[in-house]
Structures are given as structure tokens and as C-alpha cells.
């Protein structure tokens, strides 16, 4: 394995380089160094000057707005701004940009594509995603949220759950039951629904961590134009996998950075609480360094078949599992060093409560506590261990598929 990049590559990235030069504050430490309110306005000033400078949606094709960035390009860039601690978008432009906004190139109409890919990228239209049901995560094809075409509208009624920045939304793409005498996956359909409407109630899920970031959305006869179906009517669960693999090629690239730092962090805290002669914390000190060389090891062999043109495949799940069972060991050790003082967190909890602290962020026991809380979710969004483990088996390793219990008609099966 060659770890180097070419000389092309190290062009673009001294171009990244001076981009954040010139538009970073002096002195500047990563958002994490933020207080909150000051991280939400520097995010939405941050956004606005990607957009202004064509740092959005990169990897789109430019007659989208984008940048059609080749992968090499895409990698360098989240590379330079996970080191510069900055976002590359707000909360939900990660369901508007990277999900729905690559789903709708896939798959739309070049009518969906030029009425809703610029509203993305200026963030007129915020995005979230309506995938899980309270019978439908794990086993998502079993869901059950219903819409039925009544002339020129759908009238959508159901329930969606977890529904991550739902409350910030105007729209989410929901997967509804369309034909229930069909195969549970087929008889699914792919349809964008404007959450203003009073068919839609939003109700805010709070927490173990005490925030309100997931939600459950309900549907009370609510509409959407006939012509909101992305790709097929029954075809859905197609495009609904199409989705599920934009994961970035990125990603490979960016987790080791972000872990290595928080890695650095969490030596600090044991240097802070005296703790680095305890032969038990230094072991479990170790223990993270090694998990964290792997994580390292393993992205670049992510990123070696990205670049060369492979979508991250079956083997995505094995860094997922990585990364988020050590996220979940790493952050108990962080509460071991503490120890009382765990119990009465103060400073600045973390701003998101995705994977680690934003970096720069301070050693606050409240940010270690809330990341520690903030780790539990890993293992469960984005698919659970076991499914990823039972991918693993079964499409990696080529084990025997285990029993499933469904059959017949989606009605049929999910009576069982
Ligand atoms: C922080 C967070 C944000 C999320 N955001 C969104 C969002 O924006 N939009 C959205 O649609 N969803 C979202 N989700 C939902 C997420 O996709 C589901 O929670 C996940 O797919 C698991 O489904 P479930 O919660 O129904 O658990 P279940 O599927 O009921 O699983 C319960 C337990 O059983 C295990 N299990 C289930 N089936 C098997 C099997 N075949 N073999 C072995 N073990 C099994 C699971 O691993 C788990 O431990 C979010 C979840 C979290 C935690």
C-alpha cells in the first residue's frame, strides 16, 4: 500500500489551505473552541461563505452547482477542514446535500433535479430523513407508513421515529408503503413531502444526554404532489438503498483524524486528573492508541478502493462497527479518569451529538460527559453492531444467511 499522494493532490491542498486562510478568524482553534450560540452563528456565516465559493456539494456535477471534485479532490478537502476544525455544512445539510441531493441526481427527473438541487445548495430547503418506524429499523422494509394517490396528490398518513433534526426540516423524504399486497420490499415508495403543512406534527424526543435532537413524526393526511416520487411508484426500496451508500469515500479520511485528535485530548485529561502513572489507565491508554492506528490503517485501505472507483461496499461495516464500539470503551475510560467528578459535569457540553467533541473543543467534564452519552447512539444509528456484524458474516466472510422469518405479502408478514 502506497500512503503517499500524488503531487496533484498536495496542489489542491495548499489551495484548500489558503481558502481557510484567508476566510478563518486569526488565531483560530476549531469550532469546538466556540461557546455555543457563537458556533451557530459562525456555522451559519461558515455556510454561506462555502456557498459563495463553490465549497458546497463538491463532488456534484457543475450544471448542479457543484464542484464534480474527483475523489482524490474531495478527500483533501474534508481532510483540510477536519484539521481546521470547521464544518463542511450545517446539521441538516448532511440529509439535504449528501443524502437526498445524490439521491435525486441518481434518480430524478431533470424537472426534480433543477427545482430542488439549487434549493438545497442556498439552504432555502432543509432537509431530514424518514426512513425508521416504530416496527421498521433494523428490519426497515417491514415499514408501514401509508400513502395512497388521490388524484393529483399522495395523502401520506403513519409514523416516522428518530428523526434527526426533523424540527429544523421543510422537507423529508419518506419511504411509504404504497402497495400493501406486495413483497414487503416491494410496494415501497420513495416520495419528498413538505413538512409545513398541517398534516405533519413534529414531537421532540429528549435524550439520555438531556438534548432534543431525534424526533417522531406524524402523518395526518398529509399531501405531496403526485410528481414527488423519486424513481419508481413501488420501486422505492431501489433508491432507498441508493441512498444508503452515499457514504463518503471521505469518511475514511476524516474518522482517524477525528479520533486520533480526541485521542490527544484524552491523554491530556489523564495528565489533568494525575492519572498517567496508573498502570491501568496507561494500559487503557494503549489500548485506544492501538484502536486508533488500526482505525488509521483501515481507512486507507477505504480510501484506496475509493480513489480507485469502488463504492464502499459491505466492507463499510466493518470500520462502522470499529469505530463505534472503541468510541463507546474510549469514553468510559475518559469517565473512569474523571471518576466523581463525571458526576457533576461542568463547562461546555458538546454542540452536536454526533461521534466526537467538535475539535478545539476544551477538556470539560461536561464536554466528556456528553460525549460519553452522545457514544451510546453510535452503535445503534446508521445500522446497529449486530446488523453490521451479521453483514460482515454473511456478505464479507460468506457465512450461511440466518433464518428469516418473512414471506408473502407485506400485509401477511407484518401480522407475524
Ligand atoms: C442518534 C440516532 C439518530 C437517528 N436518526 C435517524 C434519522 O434521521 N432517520 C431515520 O429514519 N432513522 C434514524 N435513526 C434510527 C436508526 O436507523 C435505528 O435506530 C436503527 O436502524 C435500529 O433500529 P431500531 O431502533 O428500530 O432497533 P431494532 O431494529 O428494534 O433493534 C433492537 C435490537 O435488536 C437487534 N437486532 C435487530 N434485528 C437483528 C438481527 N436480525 N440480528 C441480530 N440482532 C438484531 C439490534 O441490533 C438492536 O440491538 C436514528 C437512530 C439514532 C440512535
Not at 422505492?236 to 485530548?265: K, N, S
Request: hydrophobic letters at 40%; glycine letters at 10%.
Amino acid at each position: 500500500m502506497d500512503v503517499s499522494y500524488p503531487p496533484e493532490a498536495e496542489t489542491y491542498r495548499e489551495k484548500v489551505q489558503a481558502f481557510l486562510a484567508e476566510h478563518l478568524p486569526t488565531n483560530w482553534k476549531g469550532i469546538g473552541a466556540l461557546g455555543h450560540e457563537e458556533a451557530d452563528r459562525f456555522a451559519t456565516e461558515w455556510r454561506a461563505t462555502l456557498y459563495e465559493n463553490g465549497y458546497l456539494a463538491v463532488s456534484w456535477p457543475k450544471e448542479y452547482g457543484g464542484q464534480a471534485l474527483s475523489p482524490l479532490e474531495q478527500v483533501i478537502l474534508a481532510e483540510e477542514f477536519t484539521r481546521a476544525g470547521v464544518p463542511a455544512g450545517i446539521g441538516n445539510d448532511v440529509f439535504g446535500i449528501q443524502m437526498v441531493g445524490n439521491t435525486i441526481i441518481a434518480w430524478g427527473t431533470e424537472e426534480q433535479k433543477k427545482h430542488f438541487l439549487p434549493r438545497i445548495l442556498s439552504g432555502e430547503d432543509k432537509w431530514c430523513q424518514g426512513y425508521s418506524e416504530p416496527n421498521a429499523g433494523s428490519d426497515l422494509a417491514n415499514l408501514g407508513c401509508k400513502a395512497e394517490l388521490d388524484g393529483d396528490e399522495w395523502v401520506v398518513n403513519g409514523q416516522k421515529i428518530w428523526t434527526s433534526a426533523g424540527h429544523l426540516a421543510d422537507w423529508i423524504f419518506v419511504l411509504t408503503r404504497t402497495d400493501p399486497s406486495a413483497t414487503k420490499h416491494k410496494g415501497i415508495t420513495f416520495l419528498l413531502v413538505p413538512m409545513r403543512q398541517p398534516g405533519v406534527e413534529v414531537r421532540p424526543i429528549r435524550m439520555i444526554s438531556g438534548e432534543s435532537e431525534f424526533n417522531e413524526v406524524f402523518f395526518t393526511d398529509a399531501k405531496a404532489p403526485k410528481e414527488n416520487v423519486i424513481g419508481e411508484v413501488n420501486g422505492g426500496w431501489a433508491v432507498a438503498m441508493t441512498l444508503l451508500g452515499y457514504e463518503r469515500g471521505e469518511a475514511a479520511a476524516v474518522l482517524p483524524i477525528r479520533f486520533r485528535t480526541e485521542l490527544d485530548r484524552l491523554v491530556e485529561l489523564a495528565r489533568d486528573y494525575a492519572k498517567t502513572d496508573d498502570p491501568a489507565i496507561r494500559q487503557r491508554l494503549a489500548w485506544c492508541y492501538s484502536k486508533v492506528e488500526i482505525m488509521r490503517y483501515l481507512g486507507m485501505r477505504a480510501l484506496t478502493a475509493f480513489l480507485k472507483g469502488g463504492h464502499p461496499g459491505p466492507e463499510a461495516s466493518i470500520s462502522k462497527v470499529f469505530w463505534s464500539e472503541y468510541h463507546h470503551k474510549s469514553t468510559e475510560l475518559a469517565m473512569d479518569i474523571m471518576g466523581m467528578h463525571a458526576l457533576i459535569p461542568t463547562g461546555r457540553p458538546p454542540a452536536s451529538a454526533f461521534q466526537t467533541d467538535d475539535p478545539g473543543a476544551p477538556n470539560d467534564s461536561a464536554s466528556w460527559v456528553g460525549t460519553f452519552l452522545n457514544a451510546r447512539a453510535g452503535t445503534i444509528y446508521a445500522g446497529t453492531s449486530q446488523i453490521q456484524k451479521n453483514i460482515i458474516g454473511e456478505m464479507v466472510l460468506g457465512l450461511p444467511k440466518e433464518p428469516r422469518a418473512d414471506g408473502g405479502t407485506w400485509s401477511e408478514s407484518s401480522k407475524r
